[in-house]
């Protein structure tokens, strides 16, 4: 079918992670909700996340310091909330039950399935948002999350974004192996080697 | 209910979305299956992509050019084998149809629902990947994945990735708008102001 171009601008990443992202901003716990989200490195484990001119960035250049919080589709009006509002109009310290790890200015959310506390590895200035990239400092979560020794993605429940039609979505049925099914695609080509990053 | 502690490098986003990346290594075309990526600038817009020591880094560096493709789940087994086999080894030129906008070292694949041909705007080394910043230039669907003037991620049909168990997952249902609903939470607080980026 035939191909037609569309507005760089108008083009996200389909669909984006949702999370929320906890920093101090003079002593009172502050929350925005990010779908820029991304791993970045294997060793040491680092992530990224771009955050634009908002409240949130006070705190992480004071402290070096921030959380990121996984939020079930039962926080979901929450976590839009948070996405409305700027904590320099609305304290927002209320909305979730707050606790700490060893970092503690990396307020985490009791309420998530998941929140992990970070430390500032490196700041990248882009032209309109800043990316921090984080080091995961100690991850919080509950045995009822975890089937066997990893994070099961459909007792987290999360939920996904789009942009710029802004809705969200629910995580579907799963769809088989990653890093495995490719393998049937080998039968008239050369015999696959696994490439995959391990996690030693 | 109780919180426990798990190890940071067994924490991945929840779900990763799942695109190919494209760039070309001596003068052949190769693909990468790559789950680290996040739009990360609103003006102008810029995506990262985190790509650890593989082959497709000899291309990027080369050109300074790469494109990153979303796969729709008929093409799960294919982009899976992207994944599995390195470009040093096996000839993953003939896997797609391939096409080109203006950018000539930027592999674009006309089977995959949107195709987004970038230029590098800023390379980060990272311990052990790099996080490319790339600035898309054109970027390519078909009417029938459009809703209005936007792109509709369920004609769309992509897949998600979680790590580390490894699997792929469907999109599930929409549950409702975003930037939006988080307004009735506010009953008892103060009026909230929107502060959600615009597109202009």
Redesign the interface.
């Known amino acids: ?17 949702m ?1 929320i992202v906890g920093s101090m901003v003079n002593d009172t716990p502050n929350f925005m909700a990010v ?14 996340v ?1 955050i ?1 001119p ?1 409240h949130t960035i006070q705190g992480i250049e004071a402290h070096k310091e921030f959380s990121i919080n ?1 939020p079930d ?1 039962s926080l ?11 904590g320099s ?2 304290d927002k310290s209320k ?1 979730f039950d707050i ?1 700490y ?1 060893e970092l503690k200015n990396a307020p985490l959310i ?1 309420e998530c399935p ?1 929140s ?1 506390s970070l430390t500032v590895f ?1 700041t ?1 200035s ?4 800043t ?1 921090y ?1 984080g ?10 999350y ?2 066997g ?5 459909k007792k ?1 429940n ?29 039968s008239d ?2 015999q ?6 391990d ?1 030693e």
């Open positions: 079918m035939e191909k037609i171009t569309i507005n760089p601008k108008t083009v996200f990443v389909h669909p984006m992670p999370v779908g820029w989200v991304s791993r970045v490195n294997m060793k040491p484990p680092l992530f990224s771009a634009g908002h996984i589709v979901m009006e929450k976590t839009d909330y948070c996405g409305l509002v700027s109009k609305v909305i606790f790890g009791r998941v992990i490196q990248i882009l032209p309109y948002n990316l990239i080091q995961p400092r100690e991850v919080f979560t509950e045995e009822r975890m089937t020794n990893s994070l099961d993605i987290i999360p939920f996904t974004l789009t942009m710029p039609d802004n809705n969200y979505w629910a995580i579907g049925e799963n769809l088989g192996n990653a890093w495995s099914m490719g393998r049937s695609y080998t080509t050369k696959p080697e696994p490439s995959g990053e996690l």
